[in-house]
Nanobody, 121 residues
């Protein structure tokens, strides 16, 4: 059993920054992917970013490129999402996900409970 613990969400003004963390505990694998998705009312689930073990490959949705950065702890199964230049449209519940490379398609073996990010005007 793998559990994903998310932290870092909150309320921030437009243009501000937040850093999300996702730490995996329990059984993990030497080769896998961790990533972030977000959901807001009426918009559905959207892929945000992902990072792989062991290669460290990263991927982003176009709307966050240049503003968000995903990174990892190479020895721990921990992923971070540095969110800068935040916009009100970034307001959503953010979910950490982990599994195979199919995480980028929304197919994940494990999901976090979600953390709310609210960006005010």
């Amino acid at each position: 059993q793998v559990q994903l613990a998310e932290s870092g969400g909150g309320l921030v003004q437009a243009g501000g920054s937040l850093r999300l963390s996702c730490a995996a505990s329990g059984r993990t694998f030497s080769s896998w992917t961790m990533g972030w998705f977000r959901q807001s009312p009426g918009k559905g689930r959207e892929f945000v970013a992902s990072v792989t073990w062991p290669g460290g490959q990263t991927d982003y949705t176009d709307s966050v490129k240049g503003r968000f950065t995903i990174s990892r702890d190479s020895f721990k199964k921990t992923a971070y999402l540095q969110m800068s230049s935040l916009k009100p449209d970034d307001t959503a519940a953010y979910y950490c996900a982990a599994g195979s490379s199919a995480v980028r398609l929304g197919i994940a073996d494990y999901w976090g409970q979600g953390t709310q990010v609210t960006v005010s005007s």
